[in-house]
Antibody
Framework: QVQLQESGPGLVKPSQTLSLTCTVS??????????WSWIRQPAGKGLEWIGR???????NYNPSLRSRVIISVDTSKSQFSLKLNSVTAADTAVYSC????????????WGQGTKVTVSS | SYELTQPPSVSVSPGQTASITCSGD??????TCWYQQKPGQSPVLVMY???KRPSGIPERFSGSSSGNTATLTISGTQAMDEADYYC?????????FGGGTKLTVL
């Protein structure tokens, strides 16, 4: 079965760039009608969609974060990545990658999430 | 921007029916899905396209949507159903989540 695993630094300094990678295993990132998303959740708060990418490289971003976000894909490694620049303490959250089953309009598989703290 | 509104909390006695609502402008014209999240865990999809259950989700979970409101219903609620529940929909190419509802089974 398909599994997602996030990786990346757990601590980022203010004004710097947060970089995370999601590795897809048990299936191809290029197969089927799937989109690959990043979602975050500050401690004790709700879920916020950051953006998504298709295997072709086509992206969609949350308008509130669009100016600071880049999502990219490396199909040869079955990975997709998130870069969020100019981070502040407000970007501290658990960041999760998730698979969107396109025909379902829903996220059917999630990674376990990785906590990222923005602090000097 | 589009908003989805959920009650912060819902309480239910074991064995009873719990209903969690999600409100948004013309939400019935969009597909709504629902996630269950237990402490320290990632969300789990429990309902998609308003009323479809993914494989492995118990039949006691059901969903509906009409007008401005989508509803997740849990019949015969069990202690294991205690969790946070989030609704989600798409609007103008963007994913929107509700603020979440804490379901307490007591």
């Amino acid at each position: 079965q398909v599994q997602l695993q996030e990786s990346g630094p757990g601590l980022v300094k203010p004004s710097q760039t947060l970089s995370l990678t999601c590795t897809v295993s048990g299936g191809s990132i290029s197969s089927g009608s799937y989109y690959w998303s990043w979602i975050r959740q500050p401690a004790g708060k709700g879920l916020e969609w950051i953006g998504r990418i298709y295997a072709s490289g086509s992206t969609n971003y949350n308008p509130s974060l669009r100016s600071r976000v880049i999502i990219s894909v490396d199909t040869s490694k079955s990975q997709f990545s998130l870069k969020l620049n100019s981070v502040t303490a407000a970007d501290t959250a658990v960041y999760s990658c998730a698979r969107e089953a396109g025909s379902w309009y829903a996220f059917d598989i999630w990674g376990q999430g990785t906590k990222v703290t923005v602090s000097s | 921007s589009y908003e989805l509104t959920q009650p912060p909390s819902v309480s239910v006695s074991p064995g009873q029916t719990a209903s969690i609502t999600c409100s948004g402008d013309k939400l019935g014209d969009k597909y709504t899905c629902w996630y269950q999240q237990k402490p320290g865990q990632s969300p789990v999809l429990v309902m998609y396209q308003d009323s479809k259950r993914p494989s492995g989700i118990p039949e006691r979970f059901s969903g509906s949507s009409s007008g401005n409101t989508a509803t997740l219903t849990i019949s015969g609620t069990q202690a294991m159903d205690e969790a946070d529940y989030y609704c989600q929909a798409w609007d103008s190419g963007t994913v929107v989540f509700g603020g979440g509802t804490k379901l307490t089974v007591l």
